[in-house]
């Protein structure tokens, strides 16, 4: 986005129970995880009796120093909430507030609330139940991109991806958020068939005739074509080619929307956060493990259930002057008792933000 160090550029971005009948209901829904085993060591020392000495703590034990607190913002993506198969959209409002959460970013699709059969007055209908609610929507997300990029060798699909995005940048509008997550393009797309591989350069060159299109309207708007990086999609693979594609539109309205669990599988979120710097508009937190083997959406757990190094990554935004909200992710929720989830979220990030501290005796 700017050609300027990200330390330096001066910016001052703010962000540098079964549905009831009734508003924004649905049908359909989404349906993860396995055991740990452990094992307990038996032996002799064990049977040896017990003294006070074996159980009392040390005289000398360090004393835990206060956690870093961070004025980040909370957010949950939809996707962790069983909509709209379970819940109402209104519901998983509602169950974002009670949990403790600033935020929501909520899912463009073909076929829910939030899809072209909605329109700016459905829209302000669902921003005026979030302001009645008292939670914010943080962004507007989409699976769209991929059975329709913005690169793709099929003309029609081009197209009919220009005219999604447009449709949920005009969503996010009405819906009273400036944030717009948008991918691209793809040189591959690993998880569908129909998708034919395209070149390098074809990839790159489509990709900005396809942002540069929509950079008028987002202005016009007042929204952000926030650029995430996925890595899997063959295309933006370095923070340095992300910078050098949101900078070479020479638009405010260009952003970068990080996601740290993306990079996992090879790299690390808290290299690439100092050298995007203030590029850096939104966040979503995914949830990575690098022990597993199953190299699929399985991959990403629960916030803290993985290998993130997570105080790195938090002093690593604070360091850029990142202030915005940081975006749970995930895709799985719960089949059972899916609230767990989401305040198990909340919890997790009050601790990681420094709000909350275990105090050990």
Not at 205 to 218: F, H, Q, S, T, W
Not at 227 to 234: A, S
């Amino acid at each position: 986005m700017e050609p300027l160090d990200a330390a330096s550029d001066g910016r001052t971005d703010a962000a540098f129970a079964p549905p009831a009948a009734g508003p924004f209901g649905g049908a359909g829904g989404m349906t993860r995880r396995s055991a740990l085993q452990a094992a307990l060591a038996a032996g002799a020392a064990a049977l040896a009796p017990v003294t006070t000495s074996a159980v009392a703590a040390p005289a000398t034990a360090p004393a835990a120093g206060p956690a870093p607190k961070y004025e980040l913002k909370k957010s949950i993506n939809l996707w962790a909430f069983p909509y709209p198969g379970k819940m109402t959209l209104r519901q998983c409002l509602q169950l974002a507030k009670d949990a403790g959460f600033d935020g929501i970013e909520l899912n463009y699709d073909l076929d829910s609330d939030l899809s072209p059969r909605s329109g700016t007055k459905e829209f302000t209908e669902i921003r005026k139940a979030a302001e009645q609610i008292g939670i914010a929507i943080s962004g507007m997300c989409s699976f769209l991109f991929w059975p329709y990029p913005l690169t793709s060798n099929d003309p029609a699909k081009r197209q009919r991806g220009l005219e999604l995005a447009g449709l949920i940048a005009q969503a996010a509008h009405d819906l009273g958020t400036e944030n717009v997550l948008v991918v691209p393009g793809a040189v591959c797309i690993p998880w569908r068939t129909d998708h034919e591989p395209v070149p390098n350069d074809v990839c790159d060159k489509r990709a900005k005739e396809a942002i540069g299109a929509l950079v008028p309207r987002a202005e016009k708007l007042n929204v952000y074509l926030n650029i995430e990086n996925i890595f899997f999609n063959g295309y933006l693979m370095t923070p340095m080619e992300m910078n050098a594609f949101v900078d070479s539109f020479g638009s405010e309205h260009v952003r970068v929307h990080f996601d740290t669990g993306n990079i996992m599988e090879y790299q690390f979120p808290e290299h690439w956060i100092p050298i995007m710097g203030k590029r850096i508009k939104t966040v979503h937190l995914k949830e990575y493990t690098k022990t597993g083997t199953v190299h699929s959406l399985e991959t990403f757990r629960p916030l803290l259930d993985g290998t993130t190094d997570w105080p790195a990554v938090l002093a690593a935004f604070d360091a850029v002057g990142y202030r915005g909200y940081l975006t749970f992710e995930y895709f799985h929720p719960y089949l059972h008792y899916p609230e767990a989830l989401v305040f198990q979220t909340s919890d997790s990030l009050d601790r990681m933000l420094g709000r909350k501290q275990w105090a050990a005796r």
